[in-house]
């Protein structure tokens, strides 16, 4: 029956490659004063409140926050360690699940007016079963990004981890300095034995040197030095 009707047993278009969307999009991201405005506005709805302050101040996403447990955050050495997110494991369950790549597991500093903030919503608000921090809904993401786009048109919760990146790049040497300088203790921090650890109390300066890998393999190194005095 195939000659007769010209019938194929395959579909030509399988083996094309499609070809990459190379649109240029542009990265939103609130300024300072768009920040503070927008927690303000959230002020009334905790838990958007608490999602939005957590992603201004350490840039995570939204399934990390989701996932963030109490067991995750160190208050004495001031850290968060991000290994996993808690979104859809199938279409209809949510849990926790691997962060979104290899690299994406990682501690990050977080900074006093965070801990605080953290320290304050652990003693007011209800343990949760599964141990995490937000008790997020399936509906939690979406009704956060209507809130979101209310008060300005076309962000989303991402836009706040991109407004954490751009605030970040454009602090001051000095802030960028002192930032460096808290990563550089949370690593040391973590040994056992040397949570106390301060960098300024045995070096006056540093020399950081970074390899940056672009495209076509090319690779930059990039050397700065700081100092304290």
């Known amino acids: 029956a195939i000659n007769p009707y010209k019938i194929i047993t395959a579909n030509p278009a399988d083996s094309v490659t499609q070809a990459k969307d190379k649109t240029i999009r542009r990265i939103k991201a609130l300024t300072e004063k768009e920040s503070r405005q927008l927690l303000s506005a959230l002020s009334d709805t905790s838990i958007f409140y608490m999602i939005a302050f957590i992603a201004l101040n350490t840039g995570m996403r939204y399934g990390e926050i989701a996932g ?129 650890f301060r960098l300024d109390c045995c070096i006056e300066a540093a020399e950081i040197s970074v390899d940056v890998e672009a495209n076509r393999k090319q690779t930059f190194s990039v050397t700065r030095q700081y100092s304290y005095i």
């Open 68 to 196: 963030l447990t109490w067991n995750s955050i160190n208050f004495t050495r001031q850290t968060i360690t991000i290994d996993k997110q808690y979104n859809w494991i199938s279409p209809e369950k949510r849990g926790f699940k691997a962060v979104k790549s290899r690299n994406g597991n990682r501690t990050i500093h977080m900074n006093t007016k965070l801990a605080a903030r953290l320290n304050t919503w652990k003693l007011n608000t209800p343990a949760a079963i599964d141990g995490r921090v937000i008790l997020t809904t399936p509906s939690t993401h979406a009704l956060m990004n209507r809130q979101l786009r209310k008060l300005k048109q076309g962000i989303s919760v991402h836009t706040l981890r991109h407004t954490f990146a751009t605030m970040l790049l454009s602090k001051s040497k000095a802030v960028k300095l002192t930032r460096g300088m808290d990563m550089i203790e949370v690593e040391i921090r973590s040994t056992k034995g040397k949570e106390g």
